[in-house]
């Protein structure tokens, strides 16, 4: 499978993703009311998958504009990384006193946040390195789209400590 059709598969599941935490939200406000943990699950859910379905076609846009392979993949890839460091930034101010509560599980996003350091700094190397290539851009946006199922199922599936 090439990088451009794993890319378009990968937007489709993403937006899938997003069209699906419409009728979670809706169905358990219907049920109960909705807990500061439970808007950041869902805020987290919408983030990453209407960004991973974003920077899945950045690389077709920029092919619009006759940039050679290399040049695609190192812009695509600067891009998304300087996307995920602003965004680890406002997370981390953002939802700071909930990080500190006993509700936020480590085993979750301990890890979570280690591989996303990770493909940030694979991300930069793609970019700034002489010879980019599709790999890490791909990687990272297949996990950003696996992060979003896994939100999506712990959103549907956790009960929120009240």
Known sequence: M??????TLS???????????????????????????AYSRLWRLVETSLSSALF???????????LGEAQIWALSSLLFAAYLCVLQVYFFARFWDLWHSAAVSWRFNGPTLAIQLGLIAALIA?????APSAGPYVLAIVWYVMLSALVFARLLLLREPR
């Open 56 to 66: 899945s076609v950045v690389p077709l846009l920029l092919a619009v504009f006759e």
């Open 2 to 7: 090439n990088p451009n059709e794993l890319l």
């Open 126 to 130: 793609n970019g700034m390195g002489g």
């Open 11 to 37: 937007a489709e599941i993403a937006v899938v993703l997003a069209g699906f935490s419409g009728v979670v939200v809706s169905l358990q406000r219907r049920f109960e009311d909705p807990t500061a943990m």
